[in-house]
């Protein structure tokens, strides 16, 4: 029961992490209809803001974590203006490709910046110890729930956003029929840039998050990516509830596979996971309809 426990706490935890990526992912596609494969080195650029305030400038890591979000909104959106928008009206393939690029030239911007040494980033909280329930001691630290915490509170405001707003409403109209929604007042460009930028930061807090208490480097988020779309794509591509319930299956299971069966198997059981959730529904567990093409 106590091996059963802790498994299940550390597939959280791995799972919340990898639900506040995809949280990212889905919003960005909500919002434009782009996957955008740079959305981790955006995060990681951010995450050694922080890091650069934080630690070499003894700043609170409050301070650090403000100046990241801020910065993850600046840069997606000076990232829509300046690159993207050159090629929103081509090809879909074409903004893919351009993520693609960003990718590279920020990873390499940050080594040139930063180095590309393993630095520690710290945690807000203990992240040492966990706590016992009666005799049962349970396998989480103050700062896994702290990952919880901040992740559900993000899931809640952007389901907020676009359920409850004039300006969700906008976002998605622009994302799916831009010549519609100019027809009705919808300043499409400034809601594309407007999703790109929330878009960079909640996946800057998602870099923070991953980046808490443990070592960051310049590719330190390419893992998270991986696991992050997996997660994306388990849930649905366009429903952040999917996301969160996609980061919590991806991270149960890898937790489970390598607690029962054998750890060099995780990534297998990942693959299995997402495999058969692919073949009983194509679009994700909470995909919406899809409107059929003549």
Excluded: H
């Excluded at 509170?153 to 409403?169: E, I, K, M, S, Y």
């Excluded at 590719?219 to 997660?231: K, P």
């Amino acid at each position: 029961m106590q091996q059963f426990l802790n498994l299940t706490t550390t597939g959280i935890t791995f799972g919340v992490l990898y639900a506040a990526f995809a949280l990212c992912l889905v919003l960005i596609f909500r919002a434009t209809r782009i996957i955008n494969f740079a959305q981790g080195a955006q995060a990681a650029f951010t995450t050694y803001l922080a890091y650069e305030l934080v630690v070499e400038r003894d700043q609170p890591y409050w301070v650090g974590f403000l100046v990241a979000l801020v910065a993850g909104f600046l840069l997606g959106a000076f990232i829509e203006r300046v690159v993207v928008r050159r090629v929103e009206t081509g090809p879909e393939i074409n903004a893919v490709i351009v993520t693609l690029g960003l990718f590279v030239a920020l990873e390499a911007l940050i080594g040139i910046l930063f180095g590309q040494d393993f630095l520690g980033f710290p945690a807000p909280f203990d992240a040492s110890s966990g706590f016992a329930v009666g005799d049962t001691q349970i396998a989480q630290t103050a700062n896994d729930r702290y990952r919880i915490l901040s992740v559900l509170v993000a899931l809640g405001l952007l389901v907020a956003l676009f359920r409850f707003t004039d300006v969700g409403l906008r976002l998605r109209a622009a994302a799916f029929g831009q010549e519609v929604a100019r027809l009705l007042g919808v300043r499409v460009g400034r809601m594309l840039t407007l999703g790109w930028a929330l878009a960079g930061l909640f996946g800057s807090l998602a870099g923070v998050l991953i980046a808490g208490g443990g070592f960051i480097s310049p590719g330190f988020m390419q893992t998270s990516v991986i696991f992050g779309f997996v997660a994306a794509v388990l849930g649905g591509l366009d429903s952040f509830v999917g996301a969160i319930v996609g980061g919590l299956v991806l991270g149960l299971t890898q937790s489970y596979v390598a607690g029962y069966v054998d750890g060099d198997l995780v990534n297998m059981g990942a693959l299995a996971v997402l495999l058969v959730v692919l073949l009983a529904k194509p679009g994700g567990l909470f995909s919406s309809s899809v409107a059929r093409k003549v």
